[in-house]
C-alpha cells in the first residue's frame, strides 16, 4: 500500500515522494510519544553551522537517509550532515533537507517539521545543490502537528495532503493551494528588533501602528519558531514572514538556510500565489553558492512582500 495517494505524482519521483511519506509516518509515531520515546530534545553535538544538535535531529536525519537509499536519490544533502552524501551512483535525483526543522520546539509539543527540496543530480554533489533555486523539480513540508500534513509541489501548484492515521496513507485534500493576496498577520522573532536595518524596522512599525498607520489596517503578530508551522499557516490563511538579515555576529545573511530551508519554501510559496524574497529579490531567481549558506527570507502575502521590497528602495 504507498503511504500517499500517487495520483497526483510523477511516476519517476514516486519511489522517492513514497519513502518520505513512509519515513514520515514512522517518525510522526515517535514524535507523538514524545517523552516516552526518550530524551528527543537531548542535545547530542552540534551541526555543520554550529547549531546545538538535538536527538531527534540526528534521529530524523538517520531515518531518511536510509529509506532514500534505491528511490532513484543519487545524492543526499542534509542540515545535519557537512558534506553531500552519494546514495547511489546511478540515481537521477538530488535531494537536500532540513530534517528536523523546529528543534527548539521538540520538548514543548509544538508543530515541527521535515523540509525537503528535489532537483535533477548534476554531475557531482556539489553542482547537485550549489544552482540557481528555480532549477528545483520538486519540494515540500511535512508538519508534525495536530494533524500531520504534507504540501508538496513539482512546479504545477502546490499539493496538500493530511494523514490518515487508520488507513496509515496521506490523502489529498487540496490540489492547489491558494494562498491570500492580504495579510492580517505578520511573522518575525521580535526580540531581535535592535539588530535590524530599518527598511525591516520600518516595515514592522507599519504593522505595529495597523489603522492609525500606512497600513490603514490592524495587523495580528506570530512567531512560533517553526519555520513549518508559519509557513503552513501562511500558505492558508495569508500574512508576511520575516527572518532578514541583522547585525548580530553570523546573522549579517539571516538564520535560514538557502538549499534546504528558503528555496523549498520559495518554490511552495511561489506556487501557491504568494511571493518569496530575500528582501529585494526573488530567492528562485537566486543561486547557492555554499552548501549550508544562510539568506535573508521574506516571503508571504504577494501585497506585503512588495511593500518590503519598497522600503529597501
Ligand atoms: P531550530 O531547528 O534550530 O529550532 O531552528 C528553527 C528555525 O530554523 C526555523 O524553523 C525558525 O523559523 C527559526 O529557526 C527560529 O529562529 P529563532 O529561534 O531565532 O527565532
New binding site residues.
Partial sequence: MPAIDPALIPNALRPIIDALCATSIDLSRVIARGPLAGKLGAGVGENSDG?QQKAL?VMADEMFEAALRGTGVRYYASEEQEDVVTLDDDGGYALAT?P??????IDVNVTIGTIFSIFEAADNGEASFLRKSSDQIAAGYIAYGPQTLLAMTFGDGTQLYVLDPERCEFVLVEARMTLPEAAKEFSI?AS?RRHWTPPILAYVEECERGRDGAKGKDMNFR??????A?THRILTRGGTFL?PADARPNYENG??RMVY?VGPMAFLVEQAGGKATDGMDPILSLTAEALHERRPFVFGSAEEVERIAALHG
Fill in positions: 547549531d535531529d532540513d528536523l526543522d523546529g528543534s527548539s520546539n522573532n531581535n512567531w512560533v519558531g517553526s519555520l513549518v508559519e527572518y538564520r535560514l530551508e
